[in-house]
């Protein structure tokens, strides 16, 4: 039997607080064998990220403290390192050559003064003795293999230029062009489109075929695991609850929090159908009622219609470069028109640069469009001036993608969401905008004790809900989400998505449902809009998009959405 190439054996982890030490790992063991994809699955805060960082020595110290264990990576059948005591040169080696890493978040990854190329060449050239000229080869060579457009032009642009999806795959490449033995990939698909997740799916299984390199790929999405994982291990809480092959952990699991995270996606669900959360399943209830939850009353949508869009078009100007005065025209919005009634939720769907946020900022006239007609309630939005805009201001709000980059940090939440209050509501005092706030604090899942938190103090989850009670505050008629759900967990999404439907019920708001995921663009919306290259090419209800695409784009989106062949079961 051969020897494997990564023993985590008894790997216990401490963060130092104020209160003392907080154990986030506790006595975690595994091991990886060559050419094996080994997924390792939980929400955030399980620890998922901290086991990956401990391998290659990257935990900030202090707080971080490996309070006991051994990490022993045989990169070949002569040699063993034992990562915890390999000195600061072995581990130069090793990090980015022997060992890769693609990280959850490639801005702050990537270094924004130095071209994408630059950053490629330098890696390469740290590990191998190679000409710039060889180095560069390699370099665009690489994004080529990741799947990057006009790869050539790309290797001179920075960061900022780049889209997000773009921006991961540029670490992906970075990552694998030191031909590593094992690759760590800590959540690399997690904002991406599920066709560019699913072609880094299989580039990973690709070059792992190819290569004969071990995997280990971080994960809240158990329908990523199918696609692409050998074995899974389970995390909950710094421990391994669950261990076993792919397909029979799928077909069987054992233990309520892997049931919870297999149950709560809503690629699982009919539309209308409660979404099941992981707390049902670790709070004993039984499976039946877990399995087959209330039917959520349908939302009365009316025949009125509360937004009508007609050509709009949006248009950039992007410069030719640093040595030429020719611009480019990107129509980023071009020629959409569509109808929204009101109570309707409406689904916006595509991949990233189709237009999809420019489209959902402009209705808002947050970005000011090129041509076309906003008829917002029989008034065209286009014609008004910044000051007669105003009344409109609290009608549409907006839920971002980003919660915590859409929070201010200095700010404690209640006072953030008696801020609006403040401009359209002049005539209410502190105590009753005070209370305005708490309530819906409580509609939305959380308490009158977080009136005095911070952005910083809450999860993913919690901030993403306190962004949505501040785009309800007003009892606004109109809500965009973009991309609201994306970057949470499954479980945290599945409460996200009922909390939606519970406000749009209790509410009666319409929503403009933003997201490259068909599968919870589907579940929760009436119609879908599918947007590509800027233009709308397939527009019908839910069912009917979802279920009998007619465009040849729809049912690639649809094809590539992870893990759905698995729960058809």
């Known amino acids: 039997m051969s020897q494997p190439v990564l023993q985590v054996k008894n790997l216990s982890v401490a963060f130092a607080t104020e ?13 990886l064998s060559p050419g094996e994809v080994l997924a390792i699955v939980g929400e955030s805060g399980s620890g998922k990220s901290v086991t990956a960082l401990s391998i290659l020595r990257l935990l900030p110290v202090p707080p971080a403290r490996i309070t006991q264990g051994q990490i022993i990576f045989s990169p070949d059948q002569h040699e063993s390192i034992d990562l915890l005591t390999a000195d600061k040169q072995t581990m130069r080696s090793v990090r980015g050559g022997r060992i890769g890493m693609i990280f959850q978040e490639p801005m702050s990854s990537l270094n924004p003064v130095f071209t994408c190329g630059h950053q490629i060449t330098e890696a390469i050239q740290t590990h191998y ?22 790869p050539v032009s790309l290797y001179d642009r920075y960061p900022h230029e780049l889209s997000g999806g773009q921006k991961q795959r540029v670490m992906i490449a970075m990552a694998m062009c030191g031909n590593p033995s094992l690759l760590i990939c800590d959540e690399p698909t997690t904002a991406l489109d599920v066709t560019v997740q699913k072609a880094i799916l299989d580039l990973i299984r690709e070059l792992q075929q190819e290569t004969g390199m ?29 261990e076993n092959k792919t397909a ?4 069987d699991p054992q233990h309520p929090y892997t049931k919870g995270l297999l149950a709560c996606r809503p690629v699982n669900h009919p539309k209308g159908k409660r979404l099941p959360v992981v707390s049902d399943f670790l709070s004993g209830l039984s499976a039946l009622k877990t399995e087959t939850p209330t039917q959520i009353t349908a939302p009365f949508v009316s025949t009125d219609l509360l937004l009508e869009v007609k050509n709009l078009e949006v248009h950039f100007r992007q410069s030719g470069g640093l040595f030429t005065k020719k611009q480019k025209t990107i129509k980023a919005v071009d020629g959409v028109s569509f109808d929204l009634r009101k109570g309707e939720t409406l689904g916006l769907v595509g991949e990233s640069g189709c237009g999809k946020t420019t489209l959902g900022r402009t209705l808002l006239r947050l970005i000011e469009p090129t041509a076309g007609q906003i008829i917002y309630q029989g008034k065209d939005l286009m014609q008004l001036k910044r000051k007669e805009l105003l009344p409109y201001r609290k009608e549409m709000q907006l839920v971002f993608q980003d919660p915590y980059g859409s929070l201010n940090p200095r700010l404690r939440i209640g006072d953030a969401l008696m801020e609006p209050l ?23 899942g959380l308490t009158a004790g977080h009136f005095d938190h911070y952005p910083h103090q809450f999860s993913g989850g919690q901030r993403q809900r306190v962004v949505i009670a501040r785009a309800l505050i007003l009892n606004p008629s109109f809500v965009v989400c973009d991309e609201s759900v994306s970057a949470l967990d499954v479980s945290v999404q599945a409460q996200v998505l009922n909390l939606l439907n519970d406000l749009k019920k209790e509410y009666g708001f319409t929503i403009l449902f933003i997201s490259h995921d068909l599968s919870v663009v589907h579940y929760l919306s009436d119609r879908i809009l599918v947007m590509h290259q800027g233009k709308i090419v397939e527009a019908g209800e839910a069912e009917e998009v979802y279920l009998r695409p007619k465009e040849e784009y729809t049912r690639r989106l649809i094809a590539s959405i992870p893990g759905k062949m698995t729960d058809d079961r």
């Open 19 to 31: 209160t003392g030490d907080k154990t986030v790992l506790q006595d975690i063991s595994f091991v």
């Open 214 to 242: 071990s995997v280990i790929f971080i994960t809240h999405d158990l329908g990523v695991v199918a696609e692409i994982a050998d074995r899974c291990l389970v995390m909950y809480k710094g421990k391994i609850v669950e």
């Open 129 to 150: 003795k190679v000409s710039k000229k060889e180095a560069k080869e390699k370099a665009i060579h690489w994004l080529e293999r990741v799947k990057l457009p006009d």
């Open 422 to 444: 403040k401009v359209h509501q002049p005539g209410h005092n502190a105590r009753q905008r005070k209370d305005q706030v708490v309530e819906l604090l409580e509609k939305t």
């Open 248 to 251: 029979t952990l799928f077909a």
